[in-house]
């Protein structure tokens, strides 16, 4: 049922609030100012100690789902200590990648049936790795061949392309670090903003959309490209791929996430005034190098569109020519949940402006599993 809206991705955009609310239901814990703020993960309190003393945790999924571990990433890392590496199923698979018994594989699924993902699971769990999956579907395959797992609770996704699916699953995984990392003297502060941050983030989500109808004039100017780019980093490099993703697979535009600091290592090349890019450069610890890769593709004539905190427009917007997208600012690994929406409401607008059907992408199915 779409309710009011004429699409199952618009409607899902748009119920981001209540998904993410669902998703933190009952697993936030904030007692008195005095007591410690964590979470509750009823599917892996048994399985912490061991995932704390893994050698490493391994992130595996597709598409989207990969993109939203590769967000959550940071976090992990800095609040477990622990190594993070990342694997896309298919390309695990095709290297039969090392995997040991001292690894935490983490599986990350909206449908909890990707094929690739089925299959990189059945590898690791030989090949002796604890594995936890991350889904959004009780009872599905990933779910229950793991041995521990958190639900995403991001109610059904009907539209092909993943979007609350995505924001929710990022949270999970922000909370899954601060469950690793545990109740730590040293991570205080920091796990307090968080939860915090968590508490939050729906309120944080509503507010973002209502750049609905800015997307809207933004996706009218851009309806005739052939291509767009979205330049990011660190917590918000995973942000870059989405947005891209999100792009193509329903606007059938051309579109590339690339890692900014990989800029003068070849996508420089492609800088001219006609190419439009999309430079992702909220606050966070890598704000100044953000303002300096925008100067750069400045001083090429690069067509910008810089995604801000709020109250950064000004400052940040290098010439006349270019546009801003002002979003709140939030603790900055939740960040990516934050930048994700507008792109999200580009891709929709573009997708409907240029007569494509957005629910049900050309040649895309929302599940690809075994036949
Ligand atoms: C993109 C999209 C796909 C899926 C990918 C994995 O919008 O939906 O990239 O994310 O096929 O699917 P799940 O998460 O079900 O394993």
């Known amino acids: 049922n779409k309710g009011h809206y004429e699409h199952y991705m618009q409607k899902e955009i748009h119920e981001q609030p209540e998904s993410l609310t669902t998703t933190m239901r009952g697993r936030l814990i904030r007692r008195g100012s005095s007591k410690s703020k964590s979470v509750l993960l009823g599917g892996l309190k048994d ?3 061991t995932i704390r003393r893994s050698r490493r945790i391994v992130f595996i999924g597709c598409g989207t789902s990969y993109n939203a571990a590769l967000a959550a990433r940071p976090i992990l890392e800095e609040l477990s200590g622990i190594p993070v590496s990342m694997e896309i199923a298919s390309d695990l698979l095709d290297r039969q990648g090392p995997i040991y018994r001292e690894d935490t594989a983490v599986f990350v699924s909206q449908s909890g049936e990707t094929a690739d993902t089925l299959l990189a699971l059945q590898y690791a769990l030989e090949n002796g790795a604890l594995c936890v999956g991350i889904t959004n579907t009780v009872g599905s395959a990933i779910a229950r061949k793991t041995h521990c797992g958190i639900h995403i609770n991001a109610g059904a996704e009907i539209g092909v392309a993943s979007t609350k699916a995505y924001t929710s699953q990022i949270v999970v995984m922000a909370m899954l670090a601060l469950a690793i990392g545990g109740d730590t003297i040293s991570n205080q502060a920091r796990r307090e ?6 508490y939050d983030l729906p309120n944080k989500v ?6 609905d109808q800015e997307m809207k004039d933004l996706a009218q100017l851009l309806i005739a490209e ?4 979205v330049f990011g980093r660190s917590y918000n490099y995973a942000t870059a791929l989405e947005g891209a993703l999100k792009v193509k697979e329903v ?3 051309h579109s590339e996430g690339i890692l900014a600091g990989e800029m003068k290592h070849g996508p420089l090349a492609l800088v001219d005034e006609n190419l439009p890019i999309v430079v992702i450069a909220t606050r966070d610890a890598c704000f100044s190098k953000q303002q300096s890769v925008i100067q750069q593709l400045h001083a090429r004539k690069g067509r910008l569109i810089v995604m801000c905190s709020k109250g950064d427009a000004t400052s ?3 010439g006349e020519s270019c546009r801003s997208i002002e979003v709140p600012q939030v603790e900055d690994c939740l960040q990516p949940v934050i930048n994700v929406v507008p792109l999200q409401l580009l891709a929709y607008h573009l997708t409907v402006l240029r007569g494509f059907n957005v629910d049900q992408p050309r040649n895309l199915a929302k599940s690809t599993v075994i036949k």
């Open 251 to 253: 606007a059938l535009m």
């Open 193 to 198: 903003a968080i939860v915090d941050g968590l």
């Open 316 to 318: 940040v917007c290098p």
């Open 47 to 49: 399985h912490l100690k």
């Open 226 to 229: 052939q291509s767009l780019l």
């Open 206 to 211: 509503r507010e973002v959309l209502k750049l």
